[in-house]
């Protein structure tokens, strides 16, 4: 499904910040993506959203060499995946059923053709008092809930999820761990980039370490 | 935090009931940002000068049509007076030859304290003309399809009566069409400056959008929308934006020029009302101008959207 050979990146003319990065991620398989703050998790989750560029290296993702995808593809395949930001980027101005319907809703499907989907997320993350809410006036467990809710909601073949649990008491991140585990028996592949150790040790899974911009598998 | 609701094995699907006042299908690009207040009394503006600008061109296309109508169809002979020559004579002579015409439809001599009259304004009044040689008039009304003849009882006036000249207008009429023509172009080439003004601020402000913006692009795209997407989304801002300028310069030039016609309807009686009038006619603009006031004010939404979609679109590809 993703498969990165030997990828570098650096921005402008600085130093590479990921170097000789090489790993594969299957279908329906669940991994950490784990490392100290900085090291360049949510670097890497960019690259394979295809957010930013390599500057060296082969990434495949979906069996196809991204640097050759035209804007239609490229766009098909985001559509195949769903993205949990660390600093959740919501749409301000949208109520949180808004901003959770938005990749149903980019994809040009009508309103109450995905309402009842959408109610019925909100409600099991726990926001179904507060879908006329807009981001600003939430805190930050229930921006994070309604973050994981709009990347779930298009049920994507990989979900990366950028410290999904950062801002949730541990009973809800227990909760949403579950729920990660729920979606790779249902098919889709999971990466989690974390470096809450009480999470890991909750569900065994291979860990993807990065440090100094390098990358290594702990299987 | 809200308590969460049970495991997902003992959730029901149930449908759902949303509260009545939820937003479900806000413009994902929000339109009652300041800059899109300050855009829109820009596009009402512009939208209003170029309105104004039409309606212009409107009115004098019209007074010129209805002076032109007025004059084309007129003819004036005038005889000037010769101690030689008994202008009475002369006077019944030309009206004699000028009934005799097949093109002429009426002759009308003016009386002579009406010519007197015209000198009014430059002599003023309550002075006695009598000893001062002021020209005799007779006007002739024309047929429609005037003909070739016309020519050759000018010719036969010049040799019957030598103090006699036979004015057919041409000279004024042509002055006139200059005039109003003038008018006109002058009118469209503000409206055409007004509307590239309008384009290029509408750019201006997509691009400022955009950039404000940036983050939220990114999300779209990260979601799954493609760049025609995002430009629709783009597009619709800038229409409605575009639209509610419009209606409001296109409104208030409608009030305007309305009010002025009412004003000019109220000054009629005065002298300087008469002169208004026949230089407008009614100073009214007629359907025909409602319709290019309109016309300008949807032209200007049209661009907001044009400009701003192949604004975006280029941004979008700068991006990429």
Redesign the interface.
């Known amino acids: 499904m993703v498969r990165f050979e030997n990828v570098g990146l650096r921005y402008g003319m600085g130093p590479e910040v990921l170097k000789d990065i090489t790993f594969s991620i299957a279908p329906r398989s669940f991994q950490y993506l784990t490392g100290p703050s900085g090291a360049g998790k949510t670097t890497l989750i960019r690259l394979v959203?295809m957010?930013l560029k390599p500057t060296r290296g082969l990434v495949n993702l979906f069996g196809q060499d991204v640097a050759r995808l035209d804007?239609?593809t490229l766009?098909a395949f985001?559509?195949r995946m769903g993205?949990v930001f660390q600093d959740f980027?919501l749409?301000d101005?949208?109520?949180l059923?808004?901003n959770v319907?938005?990749?149903l809703?980019?994809?040009?499907k009508e309103?109450t053709s995905y309402?009842?989907e959408v109610?019925?997320l909100l409600?099991?993350?726990?926001?179904?008092?507060?879908?006329?809410a807009v981001p600003p006036v939430l805190?930050g467990?229930?921006k994070q809930r309604a973050a994981i809710a709009?990347a779930l909601i298009?049920r994507p073949e990989l979900l990366l999820a950028d410290e999904p649990t950062g801002n949730?008491?541990p009973?809800?991140g227990r909760?949403l761990l579950?729920?990660f585990m729920?979606l790779q028996t249902l098919g889709t592949a999971v990466v989690i980039a974390t470096h809450d150790i009480t999470l890991m040790e909750l569900y065994d899974a291979p860990r993807l370490v990065l440090a100094d911009g390098h990358l290594h598998v702990d299987a | 935090?809200?308590?969460?609701?049970p495991?997902?094995e003992e959730?029901v699907?149930e449908?759902?009931a949303?509260?009545v006042?939820?937003?479900?299908?806000?413009p994902?690009v929000?339109v009652d940002s300041v800059a899109g207040r300050a855009l829109m009394a820009v596009i009402a503006i512009l939208t209003f000068l170029a309105a104004l600008s039409a309606g212009a061109a409107v009115l004098a296309a019209r007074a010129s049509e209805q002076w032109r109508g007025a004059v084309a169809n007129e003819m004036t002979i005038q005889i000037r007076p010769d101690a030689r020559r008994d202008i009475e004579a002369d006077l019944a002579l030309a009206v004699g030859m000028a009934a005799g015409v097949a093109a002429i439809e009426s002759v009308r001599v003016v009386p002579k304290p009406e010519s007197d009259k015209l000198l009014e304004p430059w002599l003023g009044a309550g002075l006695d003309l009598v000893e001062l040689p002021v020209p005799r008039l007779i006007v002739l009304k024309l047929k429609a399809a005037a003909g070739p003849e016309l020519a050759a009882f000018g010719a036969a006036l010049r040799r019957e009566v030598p103090s006699a000249s036979l004015d057919d207008h041409r000279l004024w009429v042509r002055r006139l069409s200059t005039m109003a023509n003038t008018i006109i172009l002058s009118g469209v080439a503000v409206v055409l400056l007004v509307l590239c003004a309008a384009g290029l601020a509408v750019a201006f402000a997509t691009r400022g959008a955009m950039a404000g913006s940036r983050?939220?692009v990114?999300?779209?795209?990260?979601?799954?929308?493609?760049?025609a997407?995002i430009a629709r989304e783009f597009q619709s801002r800038f229409v409605q934006l575009g639209l509610r300028g419009g209606a409001v310069g296109g409104g208030a030039a409608i009030l305007v020029i309305g009010l002025l016609g009412w004003l000019a309807s109220r000054w009629r009686a005065a002298p300087e009302g008469e002169q208004l009038q026949a230089l407008f006619g009614a100073f009214e603009i007629g359907w025909t101008g409602y319709g290019a006031v309109i016309l300008v004010a949807m032209v200007v939404a049209a661009i907001a959207g044009v400009v701003s979609r192949f604004t975006v679109r280029r941004y979008l590809r700068g991006l990429?």
Do not use: I, K
């Open positions: 959203l957010a804007n239609e766009t985001r559509r993205v980027r749409l101005h949208l109520t059923y808004e319907a938005l990749p809703r980019v994809l040009g309103e309402r009842a109610v019925e409600r099991w993350v726990g926001l179904g008092e507060r879908m006329h805190s467990g229930e709009r298009s949730v008491d009973a809800l909760r579950r729920l729920e | 935090m809200s308590t969460p609701e495991d997902a959730m699907r449908e759902p949303l509260p006042n939820l937003r479900r299908d806000s994902l929000p983050d939220s990114e999300v779209l795209h990260l979601v799954g929308a493609d760049d997407f990429a």
